[in-house]
């Protein structure tokens, strides 16, 4: 046995002091009597300091621990007081003295420190059969020790009394000793010594009681051995609380601790039948054969009554156990250490479609799918392992799969335990839990892949990326990030379950253009990305790029069929490169701000992004941030440019130009309008700069100057609830008539909505107002909205009159374009007017207005009120 020792107390020390004492005694020629007191003192003493100390000082290994060892260290001190004054005593003429009273006091403390110095068992055998077991085998050693030395004793003694009466300290002693023993031996607990040692200083006890008794009776005084049993077994108690065990000693089986007494009892009989053979009869020993069979009898009458019981509790529990397994599905098997199924439990038929006898006596490893084998078998020797301790005897849980009768591998959750009627063998519950698995998979597969498309989502995505960058570095990897031009108009025309049919077809198109090893995800709304895993070669950015077109022309080469029409679609692609301690949450924004800056430039195309895009957004984001307190705090102006007739040189309209001065910083147009158009603040801008320009136009009307405004329309303006009521306000609050107002709108503008669009600026028509194009010849549809729509103007783009006179094929269009409005009876008005030649060739093709620098710039109000009594055009023609 291993143990390990306390430093802390001088064990070798204690000893020697005991042994000093006795020597010190026999040399100075004292009597056995005062040698075996010096001696028992001493030892006593020793004891009960050392089990004292230990009791607050070792880490006790159960808590009723410390309390027994005080309990034998009270008995050794009341057995030192009565060993010490038994010199005294015995010169009395009485056969059980005040020092007998005291050792028995402490023989039966002693006797309760050994019972509570171990664990108790989880199921205690009851107090009449523990007390029915110390009677008999206290009653069997009485009966061998009468035929051996108290037979002979008891009848040269004189008085019977007396002699029953001597014996009774020992008596005593051997009862306690035979009912501590079995509970000490079969316990399980961490540390048995100073159980088991308490017990050996019992039985010392008992014997050099039963000596010294049989010595009184015969007027001798007890032999110098007996009286020196004892103080060495209390050496061995002093040294005992200090050894700690190190793996806990195999206890004594069960069966074997609760067979000693019968044991006992049939080698007393046997010894007692012996001795009657060739003795006459002993009352004695009479007597005691008829207590110990009564007592047999008493026991086997209990024993039958809680066998009764237990056998009633066992039948209940095994049905409440197995209604318990069919009610949850589960399956139980009993399996030995090997492995083969011993018995099977209901339910198996049902669940895994075997009966009873196809697994019987059948290894379950046939059973287990193969690579879950080695980990059945591992826990079935633990579960089997006696030297694991009671920390195995509870169930151990275990994940495997388990082959049904149709061939498929069931999910299962498995408890195994030991067997609670025999340790030998194992008890194992199978759950199937397919069910939940496939609940758990769906739930899973839920959470990273879109319901729509099937595709990888963007928590999948996200994380994805994180995972590639981590293990393979920024080298060759790349994302790719796509949009689907024009898709918002689908779910309006078509609904939003054809929107989704097109996204199906366009995840198909995209997963048989990206190779294998790629991963396609939808971000979200109708756009996809692609996160690429390659080396570090240049010419991974190459094969990005190609990839990034053919996903272009993927979506765009062919029309998607949804809701029995052809819709035609392109795509905004963004491709962005990793870098080294690039995070993956920048790298999945370049790839979106490539893709967004391929939008703003028209669509199906293809951007790589550079540095300078993320610094544009970054400055859209501040202007977008400081539009809305700039219109609180009246940042904006309005300049106005006036549009005069070629033919007169009169002035009739002004356009309401905005203008924006952040601080001391002009900023230009073309940096805000966007912003304002992307974060809703055009609306509230656009209604701000209607009602300022009516209000000024219609002050210079009431001077008699027959003079109009025109006005730019944004999309988000005419698409807001209130545009044509906001339009109407504003003329009645300014008074300005609604044929002076022209309201402006491209041609994309037509295009991208054209039905919600053209009923807007119908409202706007009936209201009087005029309705202008501008930029016209740029779009797609100009004639055919032409006949759809009332427009009374068309402004051609700056882009044609900039090439009047050096570009045969602008000038050749801009004749078309004139020719054009004059035949459909429409105002054509010349936009970017800058130098006198394009001035007279305007005239000569019969254009009717005019405005640009040439004529004059943007100005306010003021510079207005100046100009237009005296306005001229510069002709150096």
């Not at 089986?253 to 009892?265: H, S």
């Not at 790349?478 to 989704?500: E, K, R, Y």
Request: hydrophobic share 50%; aromatic share 6%; with cysteine.
């Amino acid at each position: 046995m291993n143990v390990r020792r306390d430093p802390r107390v001088p064990l070798t020390t204690a000893a020697g002091l005991g042994a000093v004492a006795v020597v010190v005694a026999l040399v100075t020629g004292g009597s056995a009597p005062v040698v075996t007191a010096i001696a028992g003192v001493v030892t006593g003493l020793l004891a009960a300091v050392s089990l004292i100390m230990a009791a607050s000082r070792v880490v006790p290994v159960h808590r009723r621990q410390p309390g027994a060892w005080r309990w034998m260290a009270a008995g050794s001190l009341t057995w030192l007081l009565g060993v010490g004054v038994r010199p005294v005593a015995d010169g009395t003429p009485f056969v059980l003295t005040f020092a007998d009273l005291l050792m028995l006091v402490g023989s039966v403390l002693l006797a309760i420190g050994c019972g509570m110095s171990v664990k108790p068992p989880a199921f205690t055998r009851g107090v009449i059969r523990q007390g029915a077991d110390a009677y008999l085998g206290a009653a069997s050693v009485f009966a061998v020790a009468w035929v051996a030395v108290l037979g002979p004793a008891f009848r040269k003694a004189e008085d019977t009394g007396a002699f029953f009466v001597a014996l009774a300290l020992p008596m005593v002693c051997l009862l306690a000793t035979c009912a501590v023993t079995p509970a000490v031996a079969a316990s399980r607990s961490g540390n048995r010594v100073v159980g088991l040692t308490g017990v050996g200083l019992l039985t010392a006890i008992t014997a050099a009681e039963m000596a010294t008794a049989l010595a009184r009776l015969d007027g001798d005084t007890p032999p110098l051995a007996a009286g020196l049993v004892v103080p060495a077994m209390l050496l061995v108690l002093a040294v005992a609380p200090w050894m700690q065990e190190v793996r806990p000693a195999r206890p004594l089986p069960a069966a074997l601790t609760a067979a000693t007494p019968l044991v006992l009892v049939a080698a007393a009989t046997l010894v007692a039948t012996l001795y009657a053979i060739g003795n006459s009869r002993d009352a004695a020993l009479v007597i005691v054969a008829a207590s110990v069979v009564l007592v047999l009898l008493g026991r086997l009458f209990v024993l039958l009554v809680e066998t009764a019981g237990m056998r009633r509790l066992v039948d209940v529990g095994e049905q409440q156990l197995r209604r318990l397994a069919e009610s949850t599905g589960d399956v139980v098997l009993v399996c030995d250490p090997c492995g083969v199924i011993q018995e099977v439990g209901p339910g198996l038929e049902t669940t895994y479609g075997y009966r009873p006898d196809d697994l019987a006596f059948r290894p379950i490893f046939d059973y287990i799918h193969p690579e879950d084998v080695p980990a059945v078998q591992a826990l079935l020797d633990r579960m089997t392992d006696e030297d694991d301790g009671p920390e195995q005897e509870g169930g151990t849980r275990i994940s495997c799969r388990f082959r049904a009768a149709d061939g498929t591998w069931r999910p299962t959750e498995s408890v195994a335990a030991r067997h609670v009627r025999d340790d030998d063998l194992v008890l194992v519950t199978i759950r199937d839990i397919s069910d939940q698995v496939a609940l758990r998979n769906q739930v899973t597969h839920l959470t990273f892949h879109d319901g729509v498309t099937g595709l990888p989502n963007r928590a999948y995505f996200e994380e994805r990326a994180r995972d590639v960058l981590t293990r393979r570095g920024a080298g060759g990897t790349a994302v790719i990030f796509l949009d689907l031009d024009g898709f918002t108009s689908v779910n309006d025309s078509v609904g939003h379950a054809s929107g989704d049919h097109l996204l199906g077809q366009a995840a198909r198109r995209l997963r048989s253009a990206v190779r294998a090893d790629d991963t396609l995800a939808r971000w979200g709304g109708d756009e996809f990305a692609v996160l690429l895993e390659g080396g570090t070669s240049g010419a991974d950015a190459q094969t990005a790029i190609d990839l990034a077109e053919r996903l272009v022309r993927a979506v765009s080469n062919e029309p998607f069929r949804v809701a029995d029409r052809d819709i035609a679609l392109t795509a905004s692609v963004g491709v962005a490169f990793a870098e080294e301690d690039l995070p993956p949450g920048d790298l999945l924004r370049n790839a979106d701000v490539a893709m967004s800056r391929a939008k703003e430039l028209g669509g199906r195309r293809v951007e790589v992004f550079a540095t300078h895009m993320h610094a544009d957004v970054l400055r859209r984001l501040e202007i977008a941030s400081d539009l809305q307190r700039a219109l609180l705090e009246n940042q904006f102006a309005i300049e106005y440019q006036p549009v005069v007739d070629l033919a007169t040189s009169r002035v009739t309209a002004v356009e309401a130009l905005v203008r924006w001065w952040r601080g001391s910083t002009f900023v230009p147009p073309e940096q805000f309008l966007g912003p304002a158009e992307d974060t809703g603040i055009i609306v509230p801008l656009s209604e701000w700069i209607l009602r300022e320009a009516c209000r000024e136009v219609a002050a210079w009307r009431a001077s008699s100057w027959d003079i109009g405004l025109a006005l730019n329309l944004s999309a988000r303006q005419i698409m807001a609830p209130r545009f044509v009521e906001t339009v109407a306000e504003a003329l009645s609050e300014s008074g300005l008539p609604a044929s002076a107002l022209t309201l402006e709108v491209i041609e994309e503008m037509l295009v991208e909505d054209a039905g919600e669009m053209i009923s807007r600026l119908s409202e706007l028509r009936t209201l009087g107002v005029r309705l202008a194009i501008d930029d016209f010849g740029t779009g797609y549809a100009s004639l055919a909205f032409l006949r759809q729509l009332p427009v009374d103007m068309i402004k051609i783009d700056p882009s044609f009159v900039s090439g009047l006179g050096n570009d045969d094929t602008l000038t050749l269009l801009t004749r078309t374009i004139v020719q054009l409005g004059n035949d459909l009876g429409l105002i054509v008005v010349a936009e970017g007017i800058e130098r006198p030649e394009q001035l007279d060739l305007l005239r000569k093709m019969g254009c009717t207005r005019g405005q640009g620098y040439l004529v004059a710039r943007p100005m306010t109000a003021r510079g207005v009120d100046s100009l237009m009594p005296t306005t001229t055009l510069q002709n150096t023609a």
